[in-house]
C-alpha cells in the first residue's frame, strides 16, 4: 500500500513553467514505477510520463516530449513534473500513480495507487 499526494498545480499562462510534485507514503518507494497521468474535462485519463525505480529508464508521450520532464528523488519519496512551455491543451487535472510492474508501462490499468490530482490550467 502507498498513499500518493500531489502539489503544485495552478494557473499558468501559455509558454509558462510548472513544476508538480507527488509525494509518497507506505511501503518502500523504489519498489514502485512512477507515472503522471492526466485528465482533461470531457476526456478520458491519458498518460503523460513514468520513470524506472532506478530513475534509468523514462517514458513520455509524444505530446509532451521535449516540453515535460520527469525525475524522482528517491531520498524524499517524491516524483516530479516539470512542465515548460505550456500549452492551453495541457489543461488537466494531473494524476500521480505507483505501479508494480517490471518496466515502464503506459497504461492506466498497470498503476494500482492513485493520488487524488491536482489542477493545472493553461490560460491563452
Known amino acids: 500500500q502507498v498513499q500518493l499526494v500531489e502539489s503544485g498545480g495552478g494557473l499558468v499562462q501559455a509558454g509558462g513553467s510548472l513544476r508538480l510534485a507527488c509525494a509518497a507514503s507506505?511501503?518502500?518507494?523504489?519498489?514502485?514505477?512512477l507515472g503522471w497521468f492526466r485528465q482533461a474535462p470531457g476526456k478520458e485519463r491519458e498518460f503523460v510520463t513514468a520513470i524506472s525505480r532506478n530513475t534509468k529508464d523514462t517514458n513520455y508521450a509524444d505530446s509532451v516530449k521535449g516540453r515535460f520532464t520527469i525525475s524522482r528523488d528517491n531520498a524524499k519519496n517524491t516524483v516530479y513534473l516539470q512542465m515548460n512551455s505550456l500549452k492551453p491543451e495541457d489543461t488537466a487535472v494531473y494524476f500521480c500513480?505507483?505501479?508494480?510492474?517490471?518496466?515502464?508501462?503506459?497504461?492506466?490499468?498497470?498503476?494500482?495507487?492513485w493520488g487524488q490530482g491536482t489542477q493545472v490550467i493553461v490560460s491563452s
Open positions: 507506505g511501503r518502500t518507494f523504489t519498489s514502485y514505477i
Open positions: 500513480a505507483a505501479s508494480t510492474s517490471g518496466p515502464v508501462v503506459s497504461t492506466a490499468a498497470a498503476y494500482d495507487w
